[in-house]
């Protein structure tokens, strides 16, 4: 019976010794609370230390930047008119552990508040500004799609929706409105917002149609446009080509009639000289050669006794 009453008391004394101290890690920070009201200052130096056994409890809480990572949101009408889904991110960290432990009580809790009021403020900024606000960050690229809509490619494109606005604010400046709106709600609950950004922006269905609707219109008609070009050079060239074929056949045919000019002309004093040294042997050839351009291949001649042709045949002159 002693024995068991010893082991009942050790028991006990081992349980009363470990929960009489507590270890603080370097990124934790602790509140003492005794039946649920503070009884020290906020402990945030690592080390160990001690409480009162069984009464007091150490509530631990992190001292580093921890992550809100909300849900998508529900589709959230822009200012044109344009549904969309947002997905936000934001970092905080816990500044007053008492307050946090008194209004908040615990992590999880505290993520529900936070989805509560930046998802709202999210939703309340984001409606007041357009689609462009929220896409782009600074005016930097107007520079650069202004040139492709000047250029002869994107020429014909002038909707209303191809026109390059300029922002006033831009997405930094949204979420750094939505960090401000927080904040001061925020700290109510020993919370420090950080920051806040726009991880991810979902267009609606009719969005995303409209958008591609467009993009696909304007690249086709870029696409036609390049095609126009193209053909317009090509004609260019095929008429150059075809100007500088025609010099070179005139250039040839004249240098051709040139020399057979000359030709014409050697023969011609060839058919003198040889006139003058035998004219009956000169006539005797000319008589050849209008019977082989009178007389065919395998063609049939009829002449008389009387004839030319014959008189040529017969005497050789």
Partial sequence: MKKIIFIIFLILGLVVVSSSYFVVNETEQVVITRFGAPVRNTIQKAGIYFKAPIVEQANFFEKRILEWDGEASKPIPTRDKKNIIIDATARWRITNPLVFL?????????????????????????????????????????????????????????????????????????????????????????????????????????????VFRRMTSQYQIKAQNLRSEGDRKKSEIQGETEFELKEIESGAYKQAQIIRGEGDAEAARIYAETLSVDPDFYQFQRSLEAYQEAIKENAVLLMGTESEFFRVLKTGK
């Fill in 102 to 210: 008194q209004s908040v009580g615990s992590m999880e809790s505290a993520q529900s508040r936070l989805d509560d009021i930046i998802d709202s403020n999210v939703r309340d900024i984001v409606s007041k500004h357009s689609l462009v606000e929220i896409v782009r960050n600074s005016n930097r690229v107007i520079n650069i799609i202004q040139q492709e809509y000047e250029s002869e490619s994107f020429a014909a494109v002038q909707d209303e929706e191809s026109i390059i606005r300029e922002i006033k604010d831009g997405r930094d400046q949204i979420t750094r409105d939505v960090l401000k709106k927080s904040q001061p709600i925020i700290e109510k609950y020993g919370i420090k917002l950080i920051d806040v950004r726009i991880k991810g922006l979902i267009y609606s269905k009719v969005v995303l149609e409209n």
